[in-house]
């Protein structure tokens, strides 16, 4: 029986709303948590972190939990702005394109829906990206 923390469904509701309104992204569930990708390429991915699991997670949020992160995707030199060298971002180290987010009761989720279409835009194809850009 898995005894891992989920995420808040209400999270999860809102962060469906947004990844699922782009051309052609799909969810599916991760190794933990839950992704939404384009193309098969993984453009925000939500998890909760207890415990110090999963320990790439803690040590990249430095955080033991209970906490619900996302990560997604931005151009590394956007990433460079001192905004995501503070919590709640974090930096993660296995992607020079990705930025995490501890997500809580404060997020701004209008705030949020542009990071993620940013996310998307990182890594759709052009012609998807030209879908976005009209809306």
Known sequence: MNDRAIVPQDFLSKLRLVCLDLPEAYEEEA???TRWCIRKKNFAHVLMIENGWPPAYAKAAGLEG???VLTF???PRELESRRFARYPFFRPVW???IVGLVLNDSVDW???KDLLTQSYCTLA???LIA???ER
């Open 66 to 68: 209970p906490a619900c």
């Open 131 to 133: 879908i976005v850009l």
């Open 31 to 33: 190794w933990v948590g």
């Open 95 to 97: 992607w020079p394109n």
């Open 125 to 127: 194809p052009k012609k």
């Open 110 to 112: 209008d705030e949020l």
């Open 73 to 75: 995707r931005f151009s």
